[in-house]
Nanobody
Framework: QVQLVESGGGSAQTGGSLRLSCVASVGSGYSVNDLCMAWFRQTPGKEREGVAAISTGGSHTTYNDFVKGRFNISRDNTRKSMYLQMDGLKPEDTAVYYC??????????????????????????WGQGTQVTVAS
């Protein structure tokens, strides 16, 4: 089994920065090195949407259009951790941010889609989420 725990959420002003972290705990039969990982977010009344994804070794990343140039995803498998550096925050970035993971290649799952439910359901493992609030 895989457990994901996020941290680093909080409040920021428009234009400010926050850094989210996700630590993975893996059970027998799993290795963090085998997990494709990503960040999703959700606001009340809206579907979950992909933010960014990173391949198992960290050499490949993808971003949804609305965060390109502002957010950066990274990971450190020695620490079983993934990060999301968020700069240039906007009020519309306010959401609960979730760390997600799956053993399959997942980078395309965070790209703009007409089926956000399927994109989110692709990921087997989810964290509990961390709130990010950006004041205008």
């Amino acid at each position: 089994q895989v457990q994901l725990v996020e941290s680093g959420g909080g409040s920021a002003q428009t234009g400010g920065s926050l850094r989210l972290s996700c630590v993975a705990s893996v059970g027998s039969g799993y290795s963090v090195n085998d997990l494709c990982m990503a960040w999703f977010r959700q606001t009340p009344g809206k579907e979950r949407e992909g933010v960014a994804a990173i391949s198992t070794g960290g050499s490949h990343t993808t971003y949804n259009d609305f965060v390109k140039g502002r957010f950066n995803i990274s990971r450190d498998n020695t620490r079983k951790s993934m990060y999301l550096q968020m700069d240039g925050l906007k009020p519309e970035d306010t959401a609960v941010y979730y760390c997600v993971a799956d053993r399959r290649w997942c980078l395309s799952a965070v790209l703009p889609t007409t089926d956000p439910v399927a994109a989110a359901d692709f990921f087997r493992f989810w964290g509990q989420g961390t709130q990010v609030t950006v004041a205008s």
